[in-house]
């Protein structure tokens, strides 16, 4: 069944040259390398959904350019395979609807790879939803006049992101994961949006990220060679972040306790504070009294006396400077000191107030530059008296400016009666901390968290393959630039969950302008499928003695807008039954999965309350069911294109009558009939294709003999 030759060297060079692509896209050969390299790298889409699962798979091969070429490429191929070998013969037929099948299922394929839905409806019982939302995410610009109206929309801008955090694609990437060319996926990077005075860039990607507080440092406290730790020794983490009023806050998130003692972080705001907390440590030839040591530092000098030797004395000068100082109370529960500080002999008074076991709530000489610390050595402490800050080991750590706008951590152990300290190491190097008798404690620093002021840092989380996409907490780096006023941030995506609630402050972000402020959000795609679906009850199965859920199901209603029931009564949805429902509005067939779960939660987690504040009746426990909606466009018309191949493969192999046969040259319109005979030189018929022996004799007669002694 070859094809036809139809270039030859007497026609014209640009009429040869398309027939020549013609006949190259129609021949064998080319079809053949083609389905070649779909083969290996439809093979190669299965190993790596099998590694990175199925949203890499889609990103890194389905979706891509260069497979939706490759894909036309075959689709060309075997329509011009076909037309080459037109008029088509009778012997021909499976072959053409053979490729008619195949051309209308690479149809269907297109037509569901750009216009399916695979979304995700998130329902509490009880509660009703009809949107669904897919992986992908967009920028919703908002813009608002001065006078603070509700705001016009600007538009949505379309971004692909794919599904590994952008810093991963670099050089310092894993060496499994670089070995694949991600780079060649489609990815939204630069400039998105630069219309009407406002201009959307993105700069970097997390796909899923976490969110911490700045400044803050997480640090480890132990040892390699702890007593009866093992091999790998005994590690405590210590999380800390600066809060600007700490004997406020809640859950004093500026100190930790390790063995006993105390860890506290501050934020410091110039040089001359840094090198003042570096230098007030105490003299231990003079002693603690009863009510510690006052350390002073001020214009570069060092002034120490015991707290005993100051209470009612009357102002003194600080030598060396021309400061006066007084101490007017001395708070005995609180440990802490007030000062009165006066530069020169007729300056205003400066009061401040330097507490022993708060050192980071201290009231320090802003004014007059006077930085003072109270040590005061205790023997032993209990439990309350640890809860109020009074331990007798006390590490200080302090973020604290370094040149060009940077930031550098120092800090002071304090192990009564000795203080040592310096600049801590933010590359993981240890340094000591507190001796206890099993062991000599070190400090490493595991991440810190520069800031100069205290804000919402994102961080990067490695990418998780079993973890969905909607409980990832993607987050993209802008910078958005209105009527020329340019800021760069962090924005958090609105998470994918069963209520709709106002965005967070890191999900959200408005630049105001002279005239005009614009707000950006990070939002995932939402499909409006047309009804609505309502969980009645939701039931979760576990295997017996785990917490790993064995079965899950779903009982649905579906509703009009209205309110109206589309059925006439509840469906099951479990995970190996699938529920198909046709929307009477829009006539659009969808089939659902109950794909996964959210929760439990239980009364005081954060969700719980979240998802139950204006709920009537609050549940004992609540959890949330997440089902998938799925639409797709081409699968009638790939239904068709499958069956078109199989009735065209069924025609070519297994109906081979004889009118199906190729005829031959000098036969007439139809082939002879089977049982044909070939007729001798006497007219006789012989078997058909059987030829005479010519030195034998007529069929059904011996051969003639030849007579003895002859020749």
């Not at 008619?100 to 329902?123: E, H, K, M, N």
């Not at 669904?132 to 705001?151: I, M, N, P, Q, W």
């Not at 489609?186 to 406002?198: A, F, I, K, S």
């Not at 030797?309 to 400077?321: I, N, S």
Request: hydrophobic share 40%; net charge neutral; glycine share 10%.
């Amino acid at each position: 069944m070859a094809a036809r030759r139809l270039a030859t060297p007497d026609q014209p060079a640009a009429v040869r040259a398309v027939l020549s692509v013609y006949e190259f896209l129609a021949s064998l050969r080319f079809a053949v390398v083609l389905i070649a390299l779909l083969a290996i790298i439809l093979g190669l889409g299965t190993f790596v959904e099998s590694a990175y699962g199925t949203e890499a798979v889609k990103f890194g091969v389905w979706n891509t350019w260069w497979f939706t070429l490759l894909n036309a490429l075959l689709a060309v191929s075997i329509f011009c395979a076909a037309a080459i070998r037109y008029p088509w013969k009778r012997h021909q037929t499976g072959f053409v609807i053979t490729h008619i099948g195949l051309l209308v299922l690479l149809t269907g394929c297109l037509l569901s790879q750009r216009g399916g839905i695979d979304a995700q409806i998130p329902l509490l019982e009880g509660e009703k939803g009809g949107r669904a939302y897919e992986d992908s995410l967009h920028f919703a610009l908002l813009e608002r006049s001065v006078a603070g109206d509700t705001g016009t929309p600007l538009g949505s801008v379309a971004f692909r992101s794919g599904p590994f955090n952008w810093n991963e694609y670099g050089g310092a990437a894993p060496v499994h994961r670089a070995a694949f060319p991600w780079r060649f996926s489609p990815r939204d990077t630069g400039v998105l949006y630069d219309e009407r005075g406002v201009r959307l860039e993105v700069l970097d990607f997390y796909s899923d990220s976490s969110a911490a507080l700045a400044p803050s440092v997480r640090l480890r406290i132990g040892s390699d060679s702890f007593e009866g730790a093992g091999a790998s020794g005994m590690w405590m983490p210590v999380d800390l972040s600066w809060q600007p009023d700490p004997l406020r806050g809640a859950q004093m998130r500026h100190r930790g306790t390790v063995g006993g003692g105390t860890i506290v972080f501050w934020k410091l705001a110039t040089d001359n504070e840094a090198r003042a907390f570096l230098a007030a440590t105490p003299d231990q030839t003079l002693g603690f009294g009863t009510r510690g040591q006052l350390v002073l530092v001020a214009d570069g000098k060092v002034r120490r006396w015991l707290v005993d030797d100051l209470v009612g004395q009357p102002r003194m000068p600080l030598d060396g400077t021309d400061l006066f100082v007084e101490l007017t109370d001395f708070n005995d529960q609180l440990s802490a000191a007030r000062l009165k500080v006066r530069r020169g002999a007729e300056g205003a008074d400066e009061e401040i107030v330097i507490l022993a076991d708060l050192p980071e709530v201290s009231i320090q000489g802003s004014r007059t530059g006077v930085q003072g610390t109270l040590w005061i050595e205790r023997d032993t402490t209990d439990a309350s008296e640890r809860m109020q800050g009074k331990a007798r080991s006390r590490i200080d750590i302090v973020q604290a400016p370094a040149g060009k706008g940077g930031h550098r951590l120092l800090y002071r152990v304090w192990q009564a009666p000795e203080v040592t300290g310096g600049e801590l190491p933010i590359d993981g190097s240890p340094v000591p901390a507190f001796e206890m008798p099993r062991a000599k404690l070190e400090m490493r620093v595991d991440r810190f968290l520069p800031a100069d002021k205290l804000e919402i840092a994102t961080l990067p989380v490695p990418f998780d393959k079993v973890k969905a996409p909607s409980a990832k907490r993607r987050a993209a780096r802008i910078r958005l630039t209105v009527d020329g006023k340019a800021e760069e941030f962090w924005l958090a995506g609105i998470p994918v969950q069963p209520i709709n609630e106002a965005p967070g402050p890191t999900e959200e972000a408005t630049i105001n302008a002279a005239r005009r402020s614009v707000t950006v959000r990070l939002v995932p795609d939402a499909v409006d499928i047309g009804f609505d679906i309502k969980l009645d009850n939701f039931e979760r199965k576990l295997d017996p003695g785990t917490s790993q859920a064995s079965h899950f199901s779903s009982v649905v209603e579906f509703l009009s807008r209205s309110g109206k029931a589309l059925v006439k009564q509840p469906v099951t949805i479990t995970m190996n039954a699938p529920v198909d429902f046709s929307d009477p509005a829009s006539g659009r067939s969808y089939r659902l999965f109950q794909e996964s779960f959210m929760g439990p939660w239980m009364p005081g987690d954060d969700l719980y309350e979240k998802f139950t504040k204006n709920a009537r009746e609050k549940p004992e426990r609540l959890e949330a069911s997440v089902l998938t909606v799925n639409y797709d466009p081409g699968r009638g018309v790939k239904y068709l294109g499958s069956g078109l191949i199989v009735a065209g493969i069924f025609t070519m192999f297994y109906m081979k009558a004889y009118f199906f046969r190729p005829r031959r040259q000098d036969d007439g319109e139809d082939d002879p009939p089977p049982a044909a005979r070939e007729l001798g030189e006497d007219g006789s018929a012989d078997r058909p294709g059987k030829r005479r022996d010519p030195r034998r004799g007529r069929p059904g007669h011996a051969p003639a003999q030849r007579p003895r002694g002859a020749r």
